[in-house]
Structures are given as C-alpha cells and as structure tokens.
C-alpha cells in the first residue's frame, strides 16, 4: 500500500520560497513516476512538475519553469517541490500524487493527473503580494 504525506506548505510573501515534501511508504519508490499538482479556489488542478526517482529525471511546466523544480532523496523515500520567485497566482493547494510505471510512462504521463492512483492530503501555499 502506497501512502503520500506532504508537507512545507505555509504562508509566504511575493519573491520567496518554499520547498515542499512528500514521503512516500511502500515499496515502489523507485519504480514510481512522482507528481506535483497544485489546484487554486475555482480553478483546475494543474500539474507542475515530476520526477521519476528511478533515474532523477525531472519534469517543470512552462508556466513555472526556471522557479520550481523537484528533487528527491531516495534514502528517505521523499521527493521535494522547491519553489522560488513566488507570486501571489501561485497560490493553491499543492498535492504530491503517484502511479507506478516506468520512466516513459512518467515522461509520457506526469501531467495527466488521470494516470495517478495515489494522492497525499494536500499542503495549503499561500503568497501574498
């Protein structure tokens, strides 16, 4: 049984940062393409960036390339969203979420949030200008 907990979130003004956590338990670490989704009051949930731990490939959505990125540390099974730069339009619910494939299913796949059958809890981001 694969679990996601996360956690960083917090209340932050424009220009700074947050790095968020998310560790995973289960045996599926590395074979596990991991997500990053952030969903703001009446919007879409929309994916940010992956990793695939596996191989420490990484993937960022244009709309946040160059200030997020996600990381990972797999003696502690927990992959990070770190965020810099940020803006009040960032602020959302951020959720780690997970399926199990291979690195090109992840590459593939990491902003379908369709393809994910694991979903932490959420940690509230809030910026303010």
């Known amino acids: 049984q694969v679990q996601l907990v996360e956690s960083g979130g917090g209340s932050v003004q424009a220009g700074g940062s947050l790095k968020l956590s998310c560790v995973v338990s289960?045996?599926?670490?590395?074979?596990?393409?991991m997500g990053w989704f952030r969903q703001a009051p009446g919007k879409e949930r929309e994916g940010v960036a992956a990793i695939y731990p596996g191989w420490a490939t990484v993937y960022t959505a244009e709309s946040v390339q160059g200030r997020f990125i996600s990381s990972q540390d797999s003696a502690k099974n927990t992959v990070y969203l770190q965020m810099k730069s940020l803006k009040p339009e960032d602020t959302a619910m951020y959720y780690c979420a997970a399926f199990v494939g291979g690195e090109a299913d992840c590459r593939r796949a990491w902003e379908n949030q369709a393809d994910y059958n694991y979903w932490g809890q959420g940690t509230q981001v809030t910026v303010s200008s």
């Open positions: 289960g045996d599926t670490y590395g074979r596990m393409c």
